[in-house]
């Protein structure tokens, strides 16, 4: 039987098995129509990542084009550790405002995951904070008259400036 005559008939004509393969179709065929994602829009691989995990890189996806501000943490304007915040925040996990303070009180880790976060500065204080995207990416709140973008973290200057990683997230 043709799909839309299918979807034409009332319910109780229909079986359950094959009321559910109709939506299982729609289903796929909805997951066919969504735009494509430029390189750096695909999202990270997920598999294996829990619930809050995902949700951060999401937020944190979704905060990418957000134009700084200093002291922001709203989608409107967002500075390094607001943005970890926010997204954490979505997430249902409270972290510390400043990255100092988040590099300070967070469980560090020798391996980041991703979600996890990645803290820069001197050997004396974090300055700057980043969400790990995975594959060698990080989601940051770069500065000043800059928006919120995903970089590579084998560029020096990163590099140079890596005092660990935390991990509040599960």
């Not at 060698?136 to 709140?141: D, E, L, N, P, T």
Request: glycine fraction near 10%; aromatic fraction near 8%.
């Amino acid at each position: 039987m043709p799909l839309a005559r299918l979807l034409s008939l009332p319910y109780g004509l229909i079986s359950s098995r094959r009321w559910l393969l109709v939506c299982l179709t729609m289903l796929v065929l909805a997951g066919c129509a969504s735009r494509d994602l430029t390189p750096i829009e695909a999202p990270p691989n997920r598999a294996g990542l829990s619930m809050e995990r995902a949700l951060i890189l999401s937020h944190a996806q979704q905060a990418i084009g957000t134009p700084y501000r200093f002291g922001g943490n709203t989608p409107d304007g967002l500075d390094c550790s607001g943005l970890v915040e926010m997204t954490y925040g979505a997430a249902g996990i409270r972290v510390p405002r400043t990255a100092d303070e988040q590099f300070r009180a967070l469980p560090h880790v020798d391996a980041p995951r991703p979600g996890d976060l990645l803290f820069f500065g001197d050997r004396r204080k974090a300055t700057h904070v980043g969400i790990y995207r995975g594959n060698g990416q990080m989601i940051h709140a770069p500065g000043n008259g800059r928006a919120v973008v995903s970089v590579p973290l084998e560029i020096d200057y990163w590099q140079a400036r890596f005092l660990g990683a935390a991990s509040p997230a599960p």
